[in-house]
Nanobody, 123 residues
Framework: QVQLVESGGGLVQAGGSLGLSCAASGRTFSTLALGWFRQAPGKEREFVAG????????EYADTVKGRFTISRDNPKNTVYLQMNSMKPEDTAVYYCATTLRTYSKNCMAYDFWGQGTQVTVSS
């Protein structure tokens, strides 16, 4: 069992920046691939970014590429999502998730999820 706790959500103006953190416990962190997903009201949950166990490989949704950065600190058991140049369409509940397999854009590939943190971008 893996527990994930997100933090750092809030309200930001368009063009601004916000950083999210997700702390993991329950398993050796370096064995976990991680992803960030988001879900806006009335929409399906969508992939935002993923990172490999080592942190050497990352992948982003086209909608956030160049604006968002995923990173991880294995000694701190934490994964981060730095969001810059934010847009109103980034408004959603953001979730971190983990899998014992390779990270994926498919949310069904993930075994454990955090509770989510609200991010609101005002225009």
């Amino acid at each position: 069992q893996v527990q994930l706790v997100e933090s750092g959500g809030g309200l930001v103006q368009a063009g601004g920046s916000l950083g999210l953190s997700c702390a993991a416990s329950g398993r050796t962190f370096s064995t976990l691939a991680l992803g960030w997903f988001r879900q806006a009201p009335g929409k399906e949950r969508e992939f935002v970014a993923g990172i490999s166990r080592s942190g050497l490989t990352t992948e982003y949704a086209d909608t956030v590429k160049g604006r968002f950065t995923i990173s991880r600190d294995n000694p701190k058991n934490t994964v981060y999502l730095q969001m810059n140049s934010m847009k109103p369409e980034d408004t959603a509940v953001y979730y971190c998730a983990t899998t014992l397999r390779t990270y994926s854009k498919n949310c069904m590939a993930y075994d454990f999820w955090g509770q989510g943190t609200q991010v609101t971008v005002s225009s």
